[in-house]
């Protein structure tokens, strides 16, 4: 079983940054794909970004690139996103989760982590 525990989320000006973080415990974090995943209020939640187990690979949604960053360090078992240039349409409730393979992909994941508000103010 895996654990997964969000931190670094709050209220931002548009404009500014935050970078969030992932504590994995349980499983072997080293194998699995990591991603992030966001919902807004009465919106169903979307694939932010992904990594493959290595580090070496990652993945974007068009909304993301260029201002986000997700990276990982297997020897901590974290995953972290870095947010950039944040806008308003970027608050959200934003979810870990972890993958049972080590490729990446926008679906298909087995755990989630509890989430962390992200709200940026215009």
Known sequence: ??????SGGG??????SLRLSCAASGGTFSRR?????RQAPGKERKFVAGINSSGGSTY????A?????I????????????MN????????VYY???????????????YWGQGTQVTVSS
């Open 96 to 110: 870990c989760a972890a993958r049972g393979s080590t490729y990446v992909l926008t679906y298909d994941y087995d």
């Open 65 to 69: 690139k260029g201002r986000f960053t």
């Open 33 to 37: 794909a990591m991603g992030w995943f």
């Open 1 to 6: 079983q895996v654990q997964l525990v969000e």
């Open 60 to 63: 974007y949604a068009d909304s």
């Open 71 to 82: 990276s990982r360090d297997n020897a901590k078992n974290t995953v972290a996103l870095q």
């Open 85 to 92: 240039s944040l806008k308003p349409e970027d608050t959200a």
């Open 11 to 16: 209220l931002v000006q548009a404009g500014g």
